[in-house]
């Protein structure tokens, strides 16, 4: 099960460099913040807050930071700060995942 949790992940990554080599577009950056709100509440949902809250937190304010940049209109930065607080959600998620089942 591990190894699906790390190609998920892999996956991920290669996605999101592939989102980050797009930075220089000019459009307000929609996707990404729905993408970043996604995964906060996928790594909510899965415990986060308990198992990896420090990092859950971070992934908060870099949400928060995006949504500042994306009301004066820095959308560059949004996206930057956007596509950084989905990475921490990820890894938030990826902590809770692989923490043994105490059940």
């Known amino acids: 099960m591990t190894s699906g949790v790390v190609s998920k992940s892999q996956t991920y990554l290669i996605a999101l460099a592939i989102l980050l080599s797009l930075t220089a577009c000019a459009a307000a950056p929609v996707q990404e913040m729905s993408n970043a709100r996604q995964a906060i509440a996928a790594a909510e949902e899965a415990g986060a807050a308990t198992t990896a809250p420090e990092v859950l937190e971070k992934a908060h304010q870099l949400l928060a930071q995006a949504e500042q940049r994306l009301q004066i209109k820095e959308f560059r930065e949004a996206r930057r700060a956007a ?3 989905q990475l921490q959600a990820i890894r938030a998620l990826q902590t ?8």
């Open 83 to 85: 596509i950084a607080a």
């Open 96 to 103: 809770t995942e692989t923490l043994p089942d105490s059940s």
